[in-house]
């Protein structure tokens, strides 16, 4: 449900494995760096190797947000001499006071260089407000959601220190407001799901006091405290800060159930039920009419017999499963958490998501997923709904969450249910087919029953027992509601081979089929 | 470690990343080491792959693992320890003179009866064949090519009579191979006019191949690429370049020749002393090689002389479009792209003209976004610029067009 009346436990670090593949989620400096960097007048150093912040903030950042680079963030450069005989603190001096610049402030972030030499960063004007802040980013243990919670509520610690301008003006919130907190950097599709939060906000009248840390300023902190009400968009960080603040807390809703109530408790906190009310009322007549009429027509009946399968981030993983799975029906046939303690290791998800019969019909998952679906040769069809990954997910019209995200991931479901099924129809390469013989030729050549004793050649060609086992075997790992395509269309090829060869359908000829014919993976 | 896997997927392959888990306390306990050691054996048992190179990052050299302590082979497979910290280390050139050198350190001695050339450098797909071809004419042909993606193109090394590094950094595994075997190569790659001209004889001659035949094909394929060239005009443009792969040499070599001013050539990579002819026969044509430099630095220079062109970094080329400069990411563009003989030339140059003609519409978009309706930069980075062609313009190394 939307209103939490108690927040669950901490938030808690993906469990280091002895061993990984396809490492799926940052360090704690990167994820540290993304909350700071994301405030208007965060500056970033990190306190690495030279070129050390051209991996998250030059290369990674341009496929996660499509931003070509983070102008505020910036390494301490440290080289052989810094790290083994000069020390540290020399270099990472000399990039603080270039950071250091009129109206910004700096954010010192450790990485696991400089945690793993032991530097760190002494001042003596700590006291000074608006100096250089120091944060322990944890990098060795903490992952970047880890990171990401500890930073916000940092910030928060810190709020006394930030120097508002002269200039700046403060605008305070006439009544009853609230604060969304999240996201920041490299959260997927944050652009569309912040979008619709402001319009579900602004649907019933609810006024926004700060969108933290990504449309504020580092002294917008303290300001944070004159919300009514808290939305905690990700499961993955956030909590510690709003349980900081005490006001009642919401999670970012998917799908039509945990809109509803999202609404109707936000409309409770915030003294607008009445409106809330008739804002859902219009939903209804207006975003989500699109959403009834698809649900009225043919294309839901595919449901129950479209499996699918999630791998993801706790927020986006259950809000998947409880939308798709639980409103619109779609068989699960494997979800897994992407990072959080519960994540599955990536060879655990291989071979789930090789062995499941049926395949999913639809993956949804990173660029793991997607390699899975490749190297496994899975008929399934692949949706990404997570990092890691190069994506481009800044238009605002795909959100996932809210009444619009209902619509959009339902017509997602669908555009994927007429693609699958187009895929799989027999087709004729040069319609239409062009007879070779005449009646006469076919009936003479046709004539097998005095040279082999059994049946004309001209008859229903026979399937070897083994052939048999294989087609079946084939047919079952496709989607449901596709079956009978693909099985017209295996039996036309093979017995078509078959009758070229003079022969019967073997092992060998069904195999063919199915190499030839298998679904291009994405 | 999460950015290299991240890269790598996009980048580079459709294959796994594996690497030890590494916590605080599994580098107090030293059980990392252990733990990789027990990897490597489980990898070489179950996939039983030609080569497990194992790259070391900031981290754990620092620590030092006992690399030297992992066996050279297990089975088949060759395990190779590759150090890479960033610390050390600082450019892609210099990352992948070290791989070549470290699987190059593992082969055996050169084989007695050699022959061929051993391409070395990232190049376009249908590059070595090319090469192969031309070769071929003047008595010889292309042994082998790396880096690939089979440890059989390395092993072939041992077969080749000559060593030819087609960009300036290979300097480490090319003079390793000439210390212990007595591998010669040749500097500088067939691109351009003089350069393919120059290369096919400096391989005729190490190779001591028919001298006329040497220069008959030497002197045809100049003037192919001379014929080529003259459909792409580029006098009067200026150009700015900044790369960090080592063949942006090659590629300011090209747009000279074309007849475009670059007055400088900016390159992450450190001075070499296989680039010393190149960037002599730069020198000469007016543009200045300017080492180990940071891209931030650019950016200044942008706002305040006139470019008609930019390749460069994704930094220096969002800096660029958003003033309406006409400009492509080095490495998208130009791995794509041949550089070699007359169709490289030609396909590198329709490349730069097509992008400069299209200034209007990056003049258009940058007017757009700006609220003056003429192009400026609406926000700026706040680390201070230091503006390299004031530096050039002040050492006389440079004359600027009329400011902007």
């Not at chain 1, 250091?100 to 450790?110: K, L, M, N, T, W």
């Not at chain 1, 004159?226 to 998917?254: N, Q």
């Not at chain 1, 008929?379 to 990404?384: A, E, I, L, T, V």
């Not at chain 2, 599994?26 to 179950?46: H, I």
């Amino acid at each position: 449900m939307a209103l939490r009346q108690e927040l669950p436990s901490d938030i808690v670090n993906t469990p280091i494995r002895k061993r990984v593949t396809d490492l799926d989620h940052a360090g704690g400096d990167t994820g540290a760096m993304q909350v700071f960097a994301s405030l208007r007048d965060g500056n970033v150093v990190l306190d690495g190797p030279v070129g050390c912040h051209v991996m998250p903030a030059v290369a990674v950042i341009n496929y996660t947000d499509s931003i070509p680079y983070l102008q505020n963030v910036t390494c301490s450069e440290l080289s052989e001499n810094e790290v083994t005989i000069a020390g540290t603190l020399g270099a990472l001096k000399e990039k603080v006071a270039r950071a250091d610049a009129p109206g910004r402030q700096v954010f010192i972030v450790s990485t696991p260089m400089s945690e793993l030499i032991g530097a760190a960063w002494t001042t003596l004007d700590e006291d000074v407000k608006g100096s250089p802040l120091f944060f322990n980013a944890q990098s060795l243990d903490d992952d970047e959601w880890h990171a990401r919670d500890r930073a916000l509520l940092f910030l928060w610690q810190n709020r006394e220190h930030f120097v508002r301008p002269a200039d700046a003006p403060r605008k305070r919130p006439a009544g009853k407001s609230v604060n969304i907190i999240g996201p920041t950097y490299g959260c997927f599709n944050s652009y569309s799901d912040i979008a619709e939060l402001k319009r579900l906000l602004a649907g019933m009248g609810a006024q926004i006091n700060l969108i933290y840390p990504f449309e504020a300023h580092s002294y917008d902190t303290p300001a944070l405290a004159d919300a009514t009400a808290t939305i905690v968009m990700y499961k993955e960080f956030g909590k510690s800060l709003a349980r900081e603040l005490g006001r009642p807390v919401f999670d970012a809703p998917f799908g039509l159930e945990d809109t509803t109530a999202f609404l109707r408790g936000l409309g409770h906190a915030l003294d607008l039920e009445a409106e809330a009310d008739a804002f859902i009322a219009l939903e209804k007549k207006t975003t989500l009419a699109a959403w009834q009429d698809i649900w009225r027509s043919t294309h839901s009946d595919f449901f129950a017999n479209s499996p699918i399968a999630i791998v993801a981030p706790p927020s986006y993983k259950d809000g998947l499963e409880r939308y798709l799975g639980g409103e619109l029906g779609l068989p699960i046939s494997y979800s897994a958490y992407r990072t959080g303690p519960q994540s599955a290791p990536s060879e655990a998800v291989r071979e789930a998501l090789a062995n499941a019969s049926p395949s999913p019909m639809l993956i949804f998952g990173s660029i793991n997923e997607r390699m899975i679906v490749a190297q496994e040769k899975l008929p399934s069809r692949f949706y990404q709904v997570s990092f890691p990954g190069a994506v481009v997910r800044r238009a605002t019209g795909t959100p996932f969450v809210g009444y619009a995200g209902a619509v959009w991931l339902l017509q997602t479901v669908c555009e994927v249910l007429f693609d699958t099924l187009f895929a799989n129809l027999p087709t004729s390469y040069a319609p239409p087919q062009q007879t070779e013989k005449a009646t006469a030729e076919i009936m003479r050549d046709g004539h097998g029953i005095a040279a082999d004793g059994s049946k004309g050649q001209n008859a229903v060609v026979t399937w070897t027992d083994d052939a048999k086992a294989l087609s079946e075997k084939t047919v079952k790992r496709v989607p449901f509601f596709v079956r009978v395509s693909v099985t017209k269309k295996l039996r036309a090829e093979a017995e078509k081979r078959a009758r070229e060869r003079g022969g019967t359908v073997d092992v060998g000829i069904v195999e063919e089929v199915v190499a030839a014919f298998a679904p291009r993976s994405t | 470690m999460y950015g290299h896997t991240f890269v790598a997927h996009f980048y580079v392959a459709n294959r796994p990343v594996f690497s030890p888990g590494v916590s605080s306390q599994m580098w107090a306990k030293g059980s990392v080491f252990d733990e990789l050691a027990a990897m490597v054996q489980d990898m070489a048992e179950k996939h039983r792959p030609s080569l497990i190179p194992i790259c070391s990052l900031c981290v754990s050299d620092t620590v030092g693992l006992p690399f030297e302590l992992l066996p050279k082979q297990i089975g088949n497979t060759e395990i190779v320890y590759v150090p890479l910290p960033a610390y050390s280390v600082h450019t892609h050139a210099k990352a992948k003179d070290i791989v070549v050198d470290s699987l190059v350190w593992r082969l055996p001695s050169q084989r007695k009866a050699r022959s061929g050339v051993n391409l070395i450098g990232e190049v376009f797909p249908s590059d070595p064949i090319r090469i192969d071809e031309v070769l071929r004419r003047i008595g010889s042909h292309v042994n082998t090519h790396v880096p690939g993606p089979r440890w059989a193109d390395y092993v072939a090394m041992v077969d080749g009579s000559l060593n030819a590094p087609l960009h300036p950094f290979y300097s480490e595994s090319v003079k390793r191979m000439k210390m212990k075997q007595g591998l010669p190569f040749v500097e500088g790659a067939p691109v351009g006019i003089a350069g393919t001209y120059a290369w096919i004889k400096s391989v005729g001659e190490a190779l001591q191949l028919n001298p006329a035949v040497v220069e008959s094909v030497a002197a045809d394929e100049r003037d192919k690429v001379k014929a080529a060239m003259a459909d792409f005009p580029l006098s009067g443009l200026t150009f700015m370049v900044a790369g960090y792969e080592g063949h942006e040499f090659l590629l300011v070599r090209l747009l000279i020749e074309a007849g475009a001013s670059v007055p400088y050539l900016s390159t992450s990579v450190n001075t070499n002393p296989l680039a010393r002819t190149e960037e002599a026969w730069l020198r000469e044509h007016g543009c200045t090689v300017l080492y180990g430099a940071n891209f931030d630095d650019e950016i200044g220079a942008l706002q305040h002389h006139k470019y008609d062109c930019v390749i460069g970094t994704t930094p220096l080329c969002s800096h660029a479009k958003e003033l309406g400069i006409p400009s492509i990411y080095y490495t998208n563009a130009m791995a794509t792209r041949s550089l070699m003989f007359a169709e490289g030339a030609s396909d590198v140059l329709s490349l730069m003209l097509s992008t400069y003609r299209s200034k209007e519409r990056y003049h258009k978009i940058a007017s757009f976004f700006s609220e003056t309706g003429v192009p400026e930069q609406t926000y700026s980075s706040w680390s201070p610029k230091i503006d390299l062609t004031e530096h050039l313009i002040a050492n006389e190394a440079f004359v600027p067009k009329a400011p902007l």
